[in-house]
């Protein structure tokens, strides 16, 4: 089981920033690709950014390229979300979750974290 804790959401103007930051337990957080969802009011969840278990891979979702950072510091065994240039449309329940290394779906997930960027 890992057990998924997010932090760092709030309320931020459009162009501000905000880091969210996912601590993790209970297996070993190097054998984890992490991942950042997101969900807004009346739409489904999607895919946010990635970061593989070797920390050699990224990946976003177009709408955020070149705004959102995602990283990760395994001696703390977190996952962060960098969020620069913040617009409305980025307001959503963040949510960070686990997948095990060389398996196909994400199995755990964080409570989310509410992201409220205001025009």
């Known amino acids: 089981q890992v057990q998924l804790v997010e932090s760092g959401g709030g309320l931020v103007q459009a162009g501000g920033s905000l880091r969210l930051s996912c601590a993790a337990s209970?297996?070993?957080?190097?054998?984890?690709?992490m991942g950042w969802f997101r969900q807004a009011p009346g739409k489904e969840r999607e895919f946010v950014a990635a970061?593989?278990?070797?920390?050699?891979?990224?990946s976003y979702t177009d709408s955020v390229k070149g705004r959102f950072t995602i990283s990760r510091d395994n001696a703390k065994n977190t996952v962060y979300l960098q969020m620069n240039s913040l617009k409305p449309e980025d307001t959503a329940v963040y949510y960070c979750?686990?997948?095990?290394?060389?398996?196909?779906?994400?199995?755990?997930w964080g409570q989310g974290t509410q992201v409220t960027v205001s025009s």
């Open positions: 970061v593989n278990w070797r920390v050699d891979s990224t």
């Open positions: 209970g297996r070993t957080f190097s054998n984890l690709d």
């Open positions: 979750a686990a997948r095990v290394r060389y398996t196909s779906r994400y199995s755990y």
